[in-house]
């Protein structure tokens, strides 16, 4: 059977990896727009595509066509877009599906469920894709995340969104945890190694247990003491020094109420 062929609206992180993933799993790739024509022409070179700078150069075919580009550039790019009877899917965890309305009428949204970056390796393989749409949608979306990922499922709006700001505590927050804790080390001239068997412990019981059994520190204990001294460790960063204030807080009305 001929695979539906794919145009990658986008030349960022996610249009990078999906394209690439797509390719690798059979699907042709049209078109890779891109507003700058050397980040197009290179990512069209990898997905033996043609390249595009201009949104009036997206043709009508291929498709299926993804969107994936900033969060606040979806909907006016859409506006500027017009593919009537194509389906239209953007990959963002955060906007919802009307903001594609203006494309087409059969739109949806492909949310990969990981951490994109160019030059960082991706698994696809247990990948979380998570589709919203409806049925003539997803009966076109579903196919194709299902060649890159065992792990496919349809949700809505909210639980998309309910599920990003997870992940943005999950995944952005915590690794700004571990750059706080590099400069924290770094400024100390102790090696962070130290902290590996404290960090892999932490994401493997996190993983294995209900995280709520397991807090422990100085907010969760009112070590009182302990607290002030971090906090004039950190003096010196009035920005840092509210955040551990509003975590510490966080912690002890958390547990205080339960
Ligand atoms: N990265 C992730 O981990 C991840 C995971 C799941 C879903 N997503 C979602 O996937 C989408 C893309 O994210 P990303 O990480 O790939 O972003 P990114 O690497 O920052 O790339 C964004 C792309 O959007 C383009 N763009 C931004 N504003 C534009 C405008 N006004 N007109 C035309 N093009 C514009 C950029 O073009 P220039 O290169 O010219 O700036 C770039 O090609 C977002 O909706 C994001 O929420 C991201």
Redesign the pocket.
């Known amino acids: 059977m001929k695979q539906p062929s794919v145009t990658i609206i ?7 990896h999906l394209g690439i993933a797509l390719k690798e799993s059979g699907f042709p790739i049209v078109q890779v727009y ?3 024509m050397e ?1 197009a022409r290179w990512l069209a070179d990898k997905v033996s595509a043609t390249p595009a700078d201009s949104l009036s150069d997206i043709h009508n075919g291929a498709d299926v066509y993804f969107l ?7 909907e ?2 859409s506006q500027k877009l017009k593919l009537p009877g194509k389906v239209v899917a ?6 919802p599906t009307p903001s594609l309305q203006t494309v087409s009428a059969r739109t949806g949204v492909f ?8 030059g960082r390796k991706v698994d696809w393989t247990h990948l979380p894709i998570l589709l919203t749409g409806e049925d003539e949608v997803l009966a076109k979306l579903f196919p194709l995340a299902r060649a890159l990922s065992k792990h496919v499922a349809v949700i809505t709006d909210a639980q998309r969104s309910a599920l990003h700001l997870a992940a943005v505590f999950i995944n952005n927050f915590t690794n700004h945890c571990f750059t706080i804790a590099r400069e924290i080390t770094d400024d100390a001239q102790v090696d962070f190694s130290h902290l590996t068997p404290l960090a892999t412990h932490t994401v493997k019981q996190a993983l294995e247990h209900d995280t709520r059994d397991l807090q422990t520190g100085p907010a969760r204990r009112n070590d009182l003491q302990t607290i002030r001294h971090h906090l004039s460790l950190l003096a010196d960063d009035p920005a840092l020094k509210a955040v551990y204030e509003s975590m510490t807080q966080h912690i002890q009305t958390y547990y205080d109420k339960a």
């Open positions: 986008g030349s960022g992180n996610v249009a990078f891109g507003r700058r980040r994936a580009v900033s969060d606040d550039a979806i006016s790019l953007h990959t963002s965890g955060s906007q949310y990969p469920l990981q951490s994109f970056k160019i």
